[in-house]
């Protein structure tokens, strides 16, 4: 076989960097390992419930902001029902020390409102707060879609503003702080870790507008699949790439898993970047860059249950999810001795159904809790794909708790709960290929240096979460700079923009 | 810190974690033109460089300002010298 280019993976960014590809005349073969194709964003299905494994809401779908751009060029966007928060959507955020609930509007506005309502006293802090996220987006070509990317791509960029010490300046309330801090969960980084800077970026988002999309991230994989497909392009599932051919300081194929050859002359590698040194030849990189990659520091894990609700959880009246924060210390520590249900935990509901109507797909909930690879470390001895009894006992008690909690403080809103399957730091590892079960790949943290789309072996670009930025956006956003760096970035840009 | 061991940990650094000759590493060498790294080589030789002299590197006008090696082991004693006074 061969084709142009050769993309590894098919989540958001791989499916994003084929459209965008194909769709400008390259030949691109696309190959998954897994028998289905969509990584986080896909769903999987228990008794008739679709679950999203990654895929609960999004920002950036509003009209010319860039989720909605991308899908428009990709031939996506008519495909999708995508449904806005209604006006006056929010997070749900409860604090049990005091019983006190705080909305965390998804609007600029109603958010400032709020806070100002329930803490008169920080008002200062709160406009600082907020001004500084929107101006920290003022220069980011990804908000301002009018700016050109390549002064914001390329070279050194320092990430010195400590989110921590930002607050501690700024904000005194516990609870307060605790709903500014709330959207690391959405990046994975521990609040202490965390930059201003990564945070705005993720929080302008989620100020900015929530989305839904209806039949979940498994229509937008669905979608990208065909818009793909109607091009020429192949999507190969169950194909593994075993290793990537290199000669004369560029790749040349890859070969699959059942031996099959694949020639080309750039290849999009979308997993985790420390995962493509297996593949290569050792001296295609010096030591500085592979002990990097190797070394990078993975976002934080979580502790999924996926459960049948009695009640159907209703969104229209304006609650997307229900959080709540831990009785006392950070919401988002470097490490938690305290069990998954009693740290920060939030319960949000299905996708909804393919109709107007922000309304979930039928009575299922997904609860989650943040988790750490200490977690699962005392079961790591025996680490097989068979899982022990031990194992097994472990998840079951802390599915019952997690169940057991959410049925006490929203149990008015859900009804009981039935878990039908629930997925911990182990899993996310084992089914996203997700070292130590990060959830949105390397930390894009104080410290640390996250690689960039190119790398020094010719052809051969990175892409996923890892790179620039986290979540759906952040992973489409990536799919799209690795293809601009085969097509001509400022190029495949403007075409983005018309 | 003296300069010519500042000098001496550049060169052995270099050589090991770029594979680069250690002949080549002069004080004269250009990093980019002389030694071949390039912008994607930056942030490699940044956290390298913070690695070695256990230093907090991360200001962009510092580093652009560096052409050859002895503009790096200059800015080096100077922030080594910097943190002493701290």
Known sequence: MKADVVI??????????????AKHGKEVVLVEKNRNPGGSIRQFTRKNHAFDIGFHYTGCLGEGEILNLLWQHCGVLDKVNIIPASQ?????????ATGKVIRGYFSYEHLEEELIANFPHEKNGIKTYLKTIRTNCQDVPFYKTDLPLLPFLRGYKDQVNSLSSFLDKTIEDRLLRSVLEAPGFLYGVPTRKASVEVHSLVAHGYYSGAYKVAGGGQSVVNSFVDAIRATGTSLSVNAEVTSIQVKNGAVTGVTLYSGEEITCSQIIYTGHPGQSL????????????????RNLQNSLSMFAVFAESEKFVDCTTGALNYYIFPKTGEILPPQSMLAPNQRIMLMTSGAPASSKELHGHGNDVTLLSTGYWKDVEPFLKNDSPRRSPEYTAWKADITDKMVTKAEERWGAISG??????????????DKLSAPSGCTYGAMHCLGQYTPDVRTRLSGFYLSGQSTL?????????AGLVSAGEILGLEDLWRSIRL | MTDKEVFQKIVDVLAEEFELNKEEITLEASLYEKL????LDAVDMVIVLERTFNLKLANEEDIRSIWTIGDLVNFIVKKKAELTVE
């Open chain 1, 8 to 21: 590894i993976g098919s989540g958001i960014s791989g499916l994003t960097a084929a459209a965008l590809l």
């Open chain 1, 88 to 96: 006056g959507g929010y997070d749900h955020f409860e604090d049990p």
């Open chain 1, 278 to 293: 297996a593949l290569l030849p050792p001296s295609v990189f010096r030591p500085a860059y592979k002990s990097r990659v």
């Open chain 1, 416 to 429: 009981t709960l039935t878990p039908l399957a629930t997925a911990t730091p182990l899993t996310f590892r």
């Open chain 1, 469 to 477: 930025m986290t979540g759906v956006v952040g992973a489409s956003v």
């Open chain 2, 36 to 39: 071949g790294l390039d912008s």
